[in-house]
């Protein structure tokens, strides 16, 4: 059984610029939630996604938007970024949208606002 | 909305000794609790979880926890620490309405040999 991936493990952005983040869901999972980790804090809430579409969010800008695929693999977008932006990103799958399944989660991208 | 804290920032544990890590939530409804671990370049890993029933929950890694509703307080036990349970500790709770989990800041184990 794979488990959950990201893509990339590190990235580099000035601001101002736009990124996209990659997640592939643990097999049989079709719910992704993103999370956004600031060095020496808890993971927030951005988003979560529930066979395509958005299935709850937190308090992020309009700027961070997502996609989930057929596939339920996902990807996170963040436009103009700013150097609050950076942080690990974390993405977490679930075998379904339930508040009491369990999450399972990736190593993250550590993504680095100049 | 709902929040968790975490008092302690840093405790340091002698190898074999008991842990018990403080996790404090507010919530207006009944909430549900995880607790998660994270290790150096890795994703967090789900201990155990509360929702209802039997206040004490058993875990992995011999970890268990118990939900006190008059303290809302969902605090984490281990009766004998081993090294390799040295990383960041997260409790957690999540709003069932819009699926937003809120982690506290974490508490980072060190243990001493």
């Known amino acids: 059984e794979t488990g959950v991936t990201q893509s990339p493990t590190h990235l580099i952005k000035t601001r101002g610029q736009q990124v996209t983040l990659r997640c592939s869901s643990q097999?049989?999972?079709?719910?992704v939630s993103w999370y956004q980790q600031a060095l020496g804090q808890g993971p927030q809430f951005i988003f979560q996604y529930y066979r395509e579409e958005e299935n709850g969010r937190g308090n992020f800008p309009p700027r961070f938007s997502g996609l989930q695929f057929p596939n339920y693999s996902s990807e996170l977008n963040v436009n103009a970024l700013e150097l609050d932006d950076s942080a690990l990103y974390l993405c977490?799958?679930?075998?379904?949208?339930?508040?009491?399944?369990?999450?399972?989660f990736g190593p993250g991208t550590r993504l680095t606002v100049l | 909305a709902q929040s968790v804290t975490q008092p302690d920032i840093h405790i340091t544990v002698s190898e074999g000794a008991s842990l018990e890590l403080r996790c404090n939530y507010s919530y207006g409804a009944t909430p549900y609790l995880f607790w998660y671990v994270q290790s150096p370049g890795q994703g967090l890993q789900l201990l155990l979880k509360y929702f209802s029933g039997d206040t004490l929950v058993q875990g992995i890694k011999g970890f268990e926890a118990e939900f006190k509703r008059s303290q809302s307080s969902f605090n984490l036990r281990k009766p004998s620490v081993h090294w390799s349970d040295a990383a960041e500790y997260f409790c957690?709770?999540?709003?069932?309405?819009?699926?937003?989990?809120?982690f506290g800041a974490g508490t980072r184990l060190t243990v001493k040999p």
């Open positions: 977490a799958s679930s075998l379904t949208s339930g508040a009491t399944d369990t999450q399972y």
């Open positions: 957690a709770v999540v709003n069932w309405n819009n699926n937003d989990m809120r």
């Open positions: 097999s049989g999972h079709n719910t």
